[in-house]
């Protein structure tokens, strides 16, 4: 199965929509990029990697330590990806890591039919 990342952002109530993305579907792994808020708060019924980061960093930034945080740890040439949570900024941030570390991304989210590819 593919990685799935996800941003998991201040914004508690899209936590519920992340929580289910990753219960409901096998993911060979999870990375969620949130601040040391999000790490310290939620609760998956899965096992997850925390990518930390600063969401007031400049973009710029943000972007070169979400890539520090996931290179060399994706496990395919593309990764799920949910943007649900979270600002503008922090997914332009998560999307230009990804396509910098050479992988594709398919949008993920939950609907009322389970998992499903936008």
Do not use: Y
């Not at 019924?45 to 710029?60: G, T």
């Not at 060399?72 to 990804?98: Q, R």
């Amino acid at each position: 199965m593919t990685d799935l990342v996800a941003c998991l952002s201040s914004g508690e109530k899209s936590w519920g929509h992340v929580a289910r993305l990753i219960k409901e579907q096998g993911w060979s792994k999870v990375f969620l990029i949130t601040n040391d808020f999000g790490k310290n708060n939620f609760k998956a019924e899965k096992e997850v990697e925390f990518v930390v980061v600063d969401f007031q960093k400049p973009v710029f930034e943000l972007i070169e330590d979400i890539k520090k945080g996931l290179k060399g740890k994706i496990t395919d040439l593309e990764v799920a990806l949910n943007i649900v949570s979270g600002s503008g900024k922090e997914h332009m941030a998560i999307l230009s890591a990804l396509l910098k570390l050479g992988v594709g991304v398919r949008l993920m989210a939950v609907t009322k039919d389970g998992v499903r590819e936008l």
